[in-house]
Nanobody, 126 residues
Framework: VQLQASGGGLVQVGGSLRLSCAAS????????MGWFRQAPGKEREFVAG????????VYAESVKGRFTISRDNAKITVYLQMHSLKPEDTAVYYC????????????????????WGQGTQVTVSS
């Protein structure tokens, strides 16, 4: 499985960006997909994720109402639409996945994921 993240860039406070994560070697018929981020000097943290079956979607409290995770099954691509961006959203964003069945409560856990993309930088300037 390979994941290719793209769409990062420099945006002003209050702006929007859409990240994409193209997956090869798997489909969305099972498992979970997620987005994580790591700011300079900080631990990597969960942003959003979903379980392929059942439509369970989970968001970090810090992004609820501003970020939306979605998918295109035909393109095997996951998106992270980000609105109302803040300086604290500045980070390298990573997509991740596993084909294994994972319970909803484990979606935010990094150890639930087996495959990771290379990351894409998002910088929010004030």
């Amino acid at each position: 499985v390979q994941l290719q993240a793209s769409g990062g860039g420099l945006v002003q406070v209050g702006g929007s960006l859409r990240l994409s994560c193209a997956a090869s070697g798997r489909t969305f018929s099972s498992g979970i997909m997620g987005w994580f981020r790591q700011a300079p000097g900080k631990e990597r943290e969960f942003v959003a994720g979903f379980r392929s079956s059942g439509g369970n979607t989970v968001y970090a409290e810090s992004v609820k109402g501003r970020f939306t995770i979605s998918r295109d099954n035909a393109k095997i691509t996951v998106y992270l639409q980000m609105h109302s961006l803040k300086p604290e959203d500045t980070a390298v964003y990573y997509c991740a996945t596993t084909p294994k069945r994972i319970i909803v409560s484990a979606i935010p856990s990094q150890t639930s994921y087996d495959f990771w993309g290379q990351g894409t930088q998002v910088t929010v300037s004030s």
